[in-house]
């Protein structure tokens, strides 16, 4: 845009803030429920769900009262899921797609045909990377792949059909080609945005979910069974948060109109790309980033808080005020996946002489409560969330910052999947339609030549 033109919009700017302040005072008023959450804190509710469950709190004689937090797939505790896939010596993210979507662990016969299926279904339709991905490429991998999910309705040859078994048919490609997709886009950013060579590798039958994405990121395509199994986890943790979570609220709201899926699962993706959400893992590393070179004693909690203390005051890190990877809306003593990744983190630091990194972010999600107390005054029980350790795993693991938040997504597509149809399906699918309280004040329309 031009310096005249850029000139203007910057004289809009006053023009806005001129004529469009809300008084922050009207959301008392009107008893707006903020963030759709109620005085409690609790979130309004807004539908019913068998997908997945989050609990990180009791309500009792109407006093809500932290406790560790639970997550649960299809009423099965996440944990236990895991434990029950690794003691038997499997990959878990395609068995949990299927518990995901379908309602039921699979027989045995299920999960083979179901992987077999995931696995004929990973190559992306014929010059779809090179007129999708390649012509025109994204510096960020989350716009490249939504808008990629959107795209494929051009190459579906049944993209509005709303019965069952098409939308079964639609999921289970996407969760078969957002990962191919993420790999390509990826190659394609680092081509035309970091001057490196491009290399595209076709996926491989007969590889899971995850020994496919790291053959497919990776120039040699080299992996050791071990980080597969690890991304593994990754991926079946990252898989399902509920109906309330910002992307699969999105993905509802918008399949509640009656939209396409991949209308509804490229919005989940733009929602989840956010910092607030599933962008918050790379934006973990970001500041950690700020913060390995803004204390000079990793071990002095003084200096650690002190600079924590500036982050809350926007004087360090992005200016959000924000300390990422820490907060969240439903878990308060602790999000059970944070415990794992930092098991995780832990055990992959030991290996790889990384502990002073690990103990650094560990004191971050120690200090963090004390700190937003003193600063805000913030009285909330704070944990760290799923994204203050997933970052630190997957740079051990050699996973580029890029990938962190599509890797989400990589996962997170099960979920969303089950949710669009359980949204579609649902008897008592209904539009989804809050209100807004209006507060402008009727005015008349003034003829051109009389406005100043
Ligand atoms: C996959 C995921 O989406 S997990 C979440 C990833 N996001 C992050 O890590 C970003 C940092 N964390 C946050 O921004 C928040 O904790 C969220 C978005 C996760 C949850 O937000 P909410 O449910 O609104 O949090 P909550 O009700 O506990 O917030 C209370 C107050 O504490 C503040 N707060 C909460 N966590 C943080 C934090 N990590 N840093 C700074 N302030 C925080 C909130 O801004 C809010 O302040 P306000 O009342 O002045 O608006
Ligand atoms: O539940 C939420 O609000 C956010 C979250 O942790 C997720 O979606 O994984």
């Known amino acids: ?173 996407l969760i078969a080609r957002v990962p191919v997709i993420v790999a390509h886009a990826f190659a394609a950013k680092r081509h035309y945005y970091n001057d490196e060579s491009l290399y595209l590798h076709r996926p491989q039958p007969g590889l899971g979910l995850a020994e496919n994405f790291l053959y497919s990121v990776r120039h040699d395509n080299r992996y050791t069974q071990q980080e597969a199994r690890l991304l593994d986890l990754c991926l079946v943790l990252h898989a399902e948060h509920g109906g309330g979570n910002n992307s699969a609220f999105s993905c509802r709201v918008l399949s509640s109109s009656g939209t396409d899926i991949y209308s509804a699962i490229s919005a989940s993706v733009g929602a989840l790309k956010g910092p607030r959400h599933g962008g918050a893992n790379k934006k973990v590393m970001e500041m950690f980033g700020y913060l390995k070179e803004g204390v000079n004693d990793w071990k002095d909690d003084d200096e650690i808080a002190a600079f924590l203390a500036r982050i809350l005051r926007r004087e360090a890190g992005d200016g959000s005020g924000l300390i990422y990877g820490m907060g969240h809306a439903i878990y308060t003593l602790s999000d059970p996946r944070a415990v794992l990744l930092k098991r995780f983190a832990r055990e992959l630091a030991e290996t790889k002489g990384m502990m002073d990194q690990f103990q650094l972010l560990e004191s971050v999600e120690r200090l963090t409560p004390q700190v937003l107390r003193s600063v805000r005054g913030e009285k909330k029980v704070v944990c760290a969330n799923v994204d203050l350790y997933s970052g630190l795993v997957y740079q051990m693991m050699g996973i580029p910052m890029e990938l962190y938040t599509p890797l989400f997504a990589a996962a997170r597509v099960a979920g969303w999947c089950a949710h669009r149809i359980e949204e579609v399906t649902s008897p008592a699918n209904r539009i989804i339609r809050p209100a807004y309280k209006a507060v402008a004040p009727l005015r008349p329309f003034v003829p051109l030549a009389q406005r100043v």
């Not at 434990?83 to 038997?88: K, Q, S, Y």
Request: aromatic share 10%; glycine share 8%; proline share 5%.
């Open 1 to 173: 845009m031009s310096d005249t033109s850029m000139d203007f919009i910057e004289s809009l700017c006053g023009e806005y803030r001129r004529n469009n302040h809300i008084d922050p005072e009207y959301y008392e008023r009107w008893g707006v429920k903020r963030g759709l959450r109620n005085a409690d804190g609790t979130g309004v509710l807004a539908g019913v769900t068998q997908i997945g469950n989050v609990l990180g709190y009791y309500v009792q004689d109407g006093e809500r009262y932290p406790m560790d937090g639970q997550l649960i797939y299809q009423g099965i505790d996440v944990r236990e899921l895991i434990d029950g896939f690794m003691t038997e010596g499997r990959f878990g993210f395609e068995e949990t797609a299927y518990l995901l979507l379908l309602g039921r662990l699979p027989t045995r016969e299920q999960l083979d045909q179901f992987r077999q299926m995931i696995s004929d279904h990973q190559a992306l339709p014929p010059m779809f990377t090179e007129d999708v991905i390649l012509r025109v490429p994204s510096p960020d991998v989350m716009n490249k792949l939504s808008r990629s999910i959107l795209s494929l309705y051009s190459y579906d040859p049944n993209p509005d059909d709303l019965s069952l078994s098409n939308q079964l048919r639609q999921s289970v490609e």
